[in-house]
């Protein structure tokens, strides 16, 4: 497999052309990357359901090769991450908390946008997940329990 299959099959999955030009583009933007590397980006850029500018989702459009680079290269800082168990924070986000101004927080409160609240990023989540190998629905009270476990700790060395 070529990044130049996987542009390829990825445009006609899209009921786009196979055009030379953005062909070359995504060989010139990705060549960093092996071709395993890419199909995996553009199996999560399919996968992501955040909204763009026009109300559709990224998912439901061609990726460019910008947008691929940036997964391949959070994929590998993920598998850093993984093999040395040191936490590294996306470019969205401070240390893994996006401050947010709007909605509630996790426990129904409504957040006063004048001082606002901050959320955990996906990046930390994702981490967080690996760490305790579970998925992010179960995080939540995976991270209660590490917390009850550290108090309790606390407390036998006082
Ligand atoms: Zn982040």
Request: aromatic letters at 8%; a positive charge; glycine letters at 6%.
């Amino acid at each position: 497999m070529t990044v130049a299959q996987i542009y390829k099959t990825t445009a006609a999955a899209y009921s786009r052309p196979f055009v030379d030009d953005q062909c070359n583009a995504w060989n010139r933007g990705l060549k960093d990357f092996t071709a395993a590397e890419v199909q995996a980006a553009v199996d999560q850029w399919q996968r992501n359901t955040t909204p763009d500018f026009d109300g559709r989702t990224l998912g439901s459009k061609l990726p460019q090769p910008a947008d691929l680079r940036a997964i391949c290269q959070r994929h590998r800082e993920q598998e850093t991450q993984r093999k040395s168990g040191k936490f590294i924070p996306c470019s969205q986000c401070e240390e893994g908390w996006v401050r947010i101004f709007e909605g509630r927080t996790p426990r129904g409160n409504l957040i006063d946008p004048k001082v606002g609240a901050v959320k955990m990023c996906q990046c930390r989540i994702d981490y967080l997940c690996v760490f305790f190998h579970c998925t992010a629905e179960e995080l939540p009270e995976r991270l209660r329990k590490h917390r009850e476990g550290r108090a309790k700790q606390k407390h036998r060395n006082e």
